[in-house]
């Protein structure tokens, strides 16, 4: 049995090395040891070429409007934004400081998403966005459904940017049990597990493959033919649905049974009969050989469905800039019109080859994403129309686990990224959680845009999360570091702009709150610190993505 006084040793041995460590990950920061840039990637020549096609889009509409663009954002602001929309949190001081450190020949925007798509957090984060689309947030039927699995499955697909039809094609037909085939979940979220019709619900399944899959909401006609003048009719929704029918659960998980048919009644029909799969559009695309849902599954992919295509350019834009081109994400209009810049975007993707990553280089490199959300004229603000038209990057509030993440990430000067201790990883997945509950999840509404709350203003005043990254703890908290080991006043104020908003203080700021932190009392000094850190998460600047 270890004695007292032992333990004490062991816990100050501990202690200390935690601190050692600390000091080494501040010098890095602070330039006294090298770090290694980033590694510098130029455009090709095809990349170039397609952003030229998709600017020269943009620009005629620009002048067609004559709308002025917002003047080009700094390199820091652009990584910015790719980081909380690609890992859901801002870039930690050494990555800052590896961003600076890139050669002139290497591209910023593209080195900098090499360098997320090689980080786990890339594949994590857009596939738990991917997977709200596809099977929505709630925990689904006892047992058979595993949403965990889905997700961590296509974290693996996007690690190696498996071509995103590929992708689709298995989740819309995939057999076999919610375990060793997580794609099935897609199927098996659906299941109804109590009355007569046990099950995959073809009516949840219909709905799902049109609006994650087409980006049409056909189950805007599930009851009745559209009422407002649109093509489609309630027969075009069930015919649909009849594809998912014979989808069935067995001992062995996910089958096809063939024998089972789909049915319905129509509104005005008593009695219900047998609807026989017909896909809504563009029929000669479909496959005759096969199941109902592999057929359904290579109509959706085949490279000559623009809407399927239309329907991921949209989400992978509003990903990256908060809102999508075509509002709500999962409704646009199949024959048009389209906003400037779908069609260019829909025809680079399907030439790629469904190639996912390809399509955000693209969209990143863009004249929109790469414009500044705000003016150099104080005089001339942004105006709304400017925004409307992608004259100028719109303001769009950070999501709840954005929030949480850039605010635990500014507490470290590493990237907790997989290569995090997995302490860290606990606590970082512990906070989210706790944070977004009381923040308030958005669920399926993806980007649907909400106006910040009381409780959330408070939470960011007061809450828990807020109080223990921002307080004094030289073992967790950069802020306490910083006040302890920074080499003067304004290196530490330079590093907590850096960590909370991605960009250096002006001088007003500089000498302002390098003022507050000059205290000869060391517990002073990590007070005022604390007080910095927690005046820039309470700042408007910080929760919203400029």
């Known amino acids: 049995m270890i004695s007292k006084s032992r333990r004490i040793l062991i816990n100050l041995g501990a202690l200390f090395v935690l601190m050692i460590g600390a000091i080494i990950t501040l010098a890095w920061y602070f330039g006294q040891q090298e770090l290694a840039p980033l590694s510098a990637a130029e455009t090709s020549v095809s990349l170039n070429e397609s952003v030229e096609r998709l600017n020269d889009a943009f620009e005629s509409s620009w002048k067609e409007l004559d709308l002025d663009s917002a003047p080009a954002a700094p390199a820091h602001t652009v990584a910015r934004r790719l980081s909380l929309a690609l890992t859901g949190a801002t ?3 050494e990555e800052i400081r590896r961003f600076e450190k890139l ?29 709200r689309a596809f099977v929505g947030v709630g925990p689904g039927p006892f047992i058979i459904y ?9 974290s693996e697909q996007l690690a190696v940017n498996r071509p995103y039809d590929e992708l689709v094609r298995d989740i819309i037909a995939s057999e076999g049990t919610w375990t ?27 709905a799902r493959t049109s609006r994650a899959f087409l980006g049409i909401s056909l189950d805007c006609v599930q009851c009745h033919d559209d009422k407002f003048g649109d093509r489609w009719k309630q027969e075009d929704f069930h015919q649909l649905a009849a594809f998912y029918a014979q989808a069935d659960m067995t001992i062995s998980g996910v089958r096809e049974k063939s024998e089972k048919d789909y049915e319905t009644a129509y509104k005005g029909v008593k009695e219900p009969s047998v609807v026989e799969p017909k896909v809504p559009f563009a029929e000669e695309l479909k496959p005759e050989a096969g199941s109902r849902r592999k057929q359904l599954a290579e109509w959706i992919t085949d490279g000559n469905n623009r809407a399927f295509a239309r329907a991921t350019v949209n989400r992978a834009w509003a990903l990256l800039f908060g809102r999508p081109l075509v509002d709500p994400v999962d409704d646009i209009p199949l024959e048009g019109p389209y906003p400037t810049g779908l069609d260019v975007l829909t025809d680079e993707f399907i030439e790629s080859g469904h190639d996912f990553q390809h399509l955000l280089r693209l969209i990143a490199a863009s004249a929109p994403f790469q414009r500044a959300s705000g003016s ?45 201790h997995i302490i860290d990883k606990f606590r970082r997945f512990g906070e989210t959680n706790d944070f977004v509950k009381r923040y308030g999840d958005q669920g399926e509404n993806e980007f649907q845009e909400e106006s910040g709350t009381i409780p959330q203003r408070l939470l960011l005043m007061n809450g828990k999360l807020v109080g223990e990254r921002t307080g004094e703890n030289p073992i967790m908290n950069s ?20 960590a909370l908003l991605t960009r250096k203080p002006t001088a007003e700021e500089s000498d302002h709150f390098a003022e507050s932190l000059k205290k000869k009392n060391p517990k002073a000094k990590a007070r005022a610190s604390a007080d910095l850190y927690w005046a820039l998460i309470n700042s408007t600047e910080f929760s919203w993505n400029r």
Do not use: C
């Open 91 to 93: 870039p930690s001081l």
């Open 376 to 420: 150099n004229d104080p005089d001339k603000p942004v105006t709304i129309e400017q925004e409307a038209a992608w004259a100028a990057f719109p303001v769009t509030p950070l999501r709840p686990e954005q929030v949480a993440g850039s605010i635990i990430q500014s507490a470290s000067f590493r990237a907790l990224d997989s290569d995090a």
């Open 146 to 154: 595993r949403r965990r699995r889905m997700v961590n499955w296509l």
């Open 180 to 206: 060793t085939n997580p794609e099935t979940n897609f199927i098996t979220a659906a299941v109804i597990q109590d009355g007569d019709n046990k099950g995959p619900d073809e009516v949840k399944l219909a």
């Open 103 to 131: 050669s002139d020949e290497g591209d910023p925007t593209q080195s900098w998403l090499n360098h997320l798509f090689e980080d786990q957090r890339y594949n994590n984060y857009v596939a738990e966005r991917f997977a």
């Open 479 to 498: 802020s306490t570091r910083v006040a302890h080991y920074s080499s003067s006043e304004k290196q530490a104020v330079k590093a907590a702009f850096l």
